[in-house]
């Protein structure tokens, strides 16, 4: 980007607008995502505003939503946010500054006429806009009283231009652009006339959002030159699409930021490092830091085409994520996960175990549930409930290995992962038997899986006394 499209001579600000209709899905996250990186590596300030004019469809709960998700991004505004509804009287006052100067007017068309204007235009196959029938009329000739809402007199003549940072220049001809709405007639403001007021009124120097708006930057133009404000930077971002090139929907994994983290288990800094590299990249780089973000970061790196979403992507890079973590954090992340799936509390020394046992669960998990599932085995009570490959795995011979086992283990001071070895090692080799047919009845016993982390490990984690107890309930027991 040249100096002035960077903000050079200014403070960098910039925004994430928000309307609190719904969850903060991953496409508005990744828009947050844009914005706050902007500023962060020009120096200057993201900030939030809650586009709520929408009451009928705006609740608290969305509010609610959108701020913790932001927050478990990490991608705080770094001032109060603003609600747009709050400003009303701010938008009103614009829009009337507008009608005084001449630049905006009264029309008094009633529905059923701009119903029947529509209907003709429909018919005639013509663009469907406001024909400007009221632009140079007296408000006089309108009955007294009549309801009235307020327009902007948009150019008529010549062409609008933006030099998007995206999407390059991109020219309208004004003859394409309506008079629009700026005030209803029961004196609400339009959101087209909110934003440009939010914006001006904010500081923001740049305008980085989805391209779906980037017919809106023209008649919102209009507005700003009308009343003599500064031009933002515009960036107007591909959307994502599915995995499939279709537009991103549910099945694609267009879910709330919340559905990330407490469904799939996904860590903020996975999340964060793939919409990152979701239509921006830096040569082959694919695990990036937010630190590392930051110092890279410009709109010139990201692409014109949507960018595709794909879940296994983000998986794998989820398990990057997991194995570089600290283990305490993701044992206090995981515990609400194990208990949940056991229909239980913890026991007291439940996060300690977790903690210790998370060097040999985390590295062949992609999400904290598979940590999760990995761990349930911990927890549990004999009798154990053995899934379908685990029974066919403990049948007489399997249970005699077992009592075996259970017995050679028995006599061992000290419980450690290579005492444990050595034993086992010792039991397959009296047994005749590769260490693989020793391990699989062992964890079968042990776990009531055939997947879990390595043999010796299980049993370490375990500890002897409970180690002895599983061994003896399938081998022991079960030999009568």
């Known amino acids: 980007m040249t100096a002035s499209a960077t903000g050079a001579n200014k403070q960098v600000v910039t925004r994430f607008a928000p309307s609190p209709t719904g969850f903060l899905h991953i496409g508005g996250a990744r828009t947050a995502l844009f914005n706050w990186l902007f500023a962060r590596h020009h ?26 998700g932001l927050e478990w991004l990490g991608l705080a505004g770094d001032e109060p946010a603003v609600f747009q509804f709050e400003r009303t009287p701010r938008h009103a006052e614009v829009a009337n500054q507008l009608l005084s100067a001449g630049h905006a007017y009264r029309c008094y068309a009633t529905p059923e006429e701009l119903a029947e204007l529509r209907e003709q235009q429909r018919a005639a196959k013509l663009p469907m806009r406001y024909d400007g029938r009221w632009r140079d009329r007296d408000p006089s000739e309108a009955p007294e009283g009549a309801p009235f809402v307020i327009r902007i007199k948009a150019p008529r003549d010549g062409e609008t231009v933006i030099e998007d940072a995206v999407q390059g220049r991109v020219v309208v001809q004004n003859a394409e652009l309506d008079d629009m709405i700026l005030l209803r007639s029961d004196g609400t403001p339009t959101y087209m006339l909110a934003v440009v007021v939010d914006d001006n009124d904010m500081g923001v120097t740049h305008v980085i959002r989805g391209d779906d708006h980037l017919n809106n930057a023209f008649r919102q133009l209009s507005i700003i030159k009308a009343m003599g404000w500064e031009e933002p930077v515009y960036a107007h971002i591909p959307l994502i699409h599915g995995s499939d090139g279709a537009k991103l929907s549910k099945r694609h994994g267009a879910l709330g930021v919340d559905a990330y983290r407490d469904e799939m288990g996904m860590l903020p800094e996975a999340v964060l490092n793939y919409l990152l590299r979701l239509g921006w990249g830096h040569g082959d780089e694919e695990i990036i830091s937010i630190a590392r973000a930051i110092e890279l970061f410009d709109i010139s790196g990201v692409g014109r ?42 026991p007291e020394n439940g996060l300690a175990l977790l903690s210790e046992a998370m060097a040999s669960l985390k590295p062949r998990a992609k999400t904290l549930n598979e940590i999760a599932e990995g761990a349930e085995f911990l927890f549990k009570n004999v009798p154990l409930d053995f899934d379908e490959k685990a029974s066919a795995l403990l049948d007489d011979s399997a249970r005699v290995l077992l009592a075996n086992t259970a017995d050679a283990l028995s006599p061992v001071q000290s419980w450690t992962v290579e005492a444990i070895e050595e034993i086992i090692r010792r039991v397959a080799e009296d047994a005749g038997l590769g260490l693989g047919k020793v391990a699989q009845p062992l964890r079968a016993a042990l776990t009531g899986r055939t997947v879990s982390p390595g043999i010796f490990d299980v049993l370490f984690l375990l500890g002897k006394e409970e180690s002895l107890v599983r061994l003896n309930d399938v081998g022991h027991a079960s030999l009568g």
């Open 305 to 346: 085409s949507p960018s595709r979403f794909d879940i296994k992507k983000l998986e794998n890079l989820n398990g990057h994520y997991l194995r570089e973590a600290d283990d305490a954090r993701l044992a206090t992340l995981v515990a609400p996960r194990v208990a949940e799936r056991l229909g239980k509390e913890l």
């Open 43 to 68: 120096g200057g300030k993201f900030l939030l505003r809650i586009e709520d004019t929408d009451r009928a469809r705006s609740t608290e709960a969305a509010v609610g939503a959108i701020f913790d």
